[in-house]
């Protein structure tokens, strides 16, 4: 073997090693971010920091696709799939109304001010001025809450039945949210996040009631100019 290609494969075989203990380096760090992450989700916060109706982390829809986020192309989405997911499952403005989402947004910026000489020392902390987008974007597109005074049926079996399901997870939401036409798929969305957060699951016969129910009272569809 000549001496250049001596010094050819040498040369690969040094990329190849520092290439695998690159990975084992890389590995190492993943698993320890994990484990911090684990640690932190096992971390409770006083009774005085618990956010509005009882709501925590393990609502969050697990496995939400920044694409599907409101608003996915905008710099606050940009933000939230930045920052939040570090600790836990990508939110969504959807699960809380713009009445509650400053309370919130304040007390995780608490929680991360107050940890970030431990278990987040590591954690990308958002400027001043991300957090400011961040409950911009959060106020806009945030759970448009039932306004009980719209709905003049809300004691009847459907509408009680709407209110308990909706409301183990998230703000009960308006009815004109969503089309007649958009609420089914909805529905069905919201029972996987139920199912993957642990929450009552509605059978068939109650499904259909609240997606009923919901249509009956669904907003209007444009029409085609």
Same mark, same amino acid.
């Given at each position: ?82 920052? +939040?997911?570090? +600790? ?17 947004? =304040? ?28 409950? =911009? ?15 003049? =049926? ?11 399901? +909706?409301?183990? +997870? ?32 509605? =059978? ?22």
């Amino acid at each position: 073997m000549k001496s250049g290609e001596k010094h050819a494969l040498w040369a690969v075989l040094a990329a190849g090693l520092g290439l695998l203990a690159l990975t084992v380096y890389l590995e190492s760090n993943y698993q320890q971010r994990e484990a911090r992450i684990d640690r932190t989700h096992a971390l409770r916060e006083p009774a005085a920091e618990a956010p509005p109706n009882g709501l925590d982390a393990r609502v969050i829809p697990r496995g939400l696709n920044p694409l599907d986020l409101p608003g996915a192309d905008s710099h606050g989405a940009t933000l939230l799939t930045l920052y +939040c997911v570090q +600790c836990h499952d990508l939110p969504t403005p959807l699960m809380h109304s713009a009445a509650e989402w400053p309370a919130i947004l =304040d007390r995780m910026q608490r929680y991360m001010d107050a940890r970030s000489t431990g278990m987040l020392a590591h954690v990308i902390m958002p400027a001043e001025k991300d957090w400011r987008q961040l409950r =911009d974007y959060m106020g806009e597109f945030a759970q448009t809450a039932l306004d009980s005074s719209r709905f003049d =049926d809300l004691d009847s079996p459907a509408g009680q039945r709407f209110q308990t399901l +909706c409301s183990q +997870c998230h703000a009960t939401p308006s009815p004109t949210q969503h089309t007649a036409r958009e609420w089914p798929r909805v529905v069905l969305r919201m029972k996987a996040h139920m199912r993957n957060a642990g929450k009552r699951v509605p =059978d068939a016969e109650t499904t259909q009631q609240v997606v009923g129910y919901l249509q009956k009272h669904g907003k209007p569809e444009e029409r085609a100019s």
